[in-house]
């Protein structure tokens, strides 16, 4: 079974730019969780989607979006990029709604100059 | 005060060593995971507890609910152990996708 996967895996924008990620879960998976981990903040949670549907959003500004697809893919949006949204943004998929595990992609490094 | 708190921070180990890295929370919670990840950033789940203990090889995981405390050992600690550790935890209810993190421990086994 494929694991969780992310594309691209580096990146590199320039501030005002907006960026796309996505993130293809393991399959069967419904839930998809977005993370962003940077030195300073650690990881932290961004959003998650469930059958198409955001059932959290993380505390961050609205130039951080995402949705998400009826196979279970998601993309996660970022507008008017600043120098401090670089970071490793990282998605985790769970088969289902309640206590199961979560598995992880291997990130995507933005780099923002 | 992080709702999620990890310790030590930091710790060296010599190969073949008993290690012990611990995690304390201020939420109720309805899971909690031990994370390890690599230099280059992939994530791997190793445990998620929400009671009592579970074991794979090497690695124990431990949770005590009432005292909000759960542990990861690693017995017979080796050099490829070298990595970082995430104490996580989820509150349940709609958010079970919502991951709160503790701040890392960086470990490193000397061979």
């Known amino acids: 079974k494929a694991g969780v996967t992310q594309t691209p895996r580096y990146l590199i924008k320039t501030r005002g730019q907006q960026v796309t990620l996505s993130c293809s879960p393991i399959s069967g998976h419904r839930s998809v969780s977005w993370y962003q981990q940077t030195p300073g903040q650690g990881l932290q949670f961004l959003f998650e989607?469930?059958?198409?549907?955001?059932?959290n959003k993380g505390n961050f500004p609205g130039r951080f979006s995402g949705r998400q697809f009826s196979n279970s893919r998601s993309e996660m949006n970022v507008s008017t990029l600043e120098l401090g949204d670089s970071a490793l943004y990282l998605c985790?998929?769970?088969?289902?709604?309640?206590?199961?595990?979560?598995?992880f992609g291997q990130g995507t490094r933005l780099t923002v100059v | 005060k992080n709702e999620v708190e990890q310790s030590p921070q930091n710790l060296t180990a010599q190969e073949g060593e008993f290690i012990t890295i611990n995690c304390s929370y201020s939420v109720g919670i309805s899971a909690l995971h031990w994370l390890q990840q690599h230099p280059g950033g992939g994530i791997v789940s190793l445990f998620m507890l929400s009671s009592g203990k579970k074991k794979h090889g090497r690695l124990i995981a431990t949770i005590n609910i009432q005292e909000k405390h759960s542990s990861l050992h690693i017995t017979a600690s080796h050099p490829r152990d070298s990595a970082v550790y995430i104490c996580?935890?989820?509150?349940?209810?709609?958010?079970?996708?919502?991951?709160?993190f503790g701040q890392g421990t960086i470990l490193t086994v000397h061979p």
């Open positions: 996580a935890v989820n509150a349940g209810g709609t958010s079970y996708g919502k991951l709160t």
């Open positions: 985790a998929s769970r088969q289902d709604q309640g206590n199961t595990e979560a598995f």
């Open positions: 989607y469930f059958s198409e549907t955001q059932r």
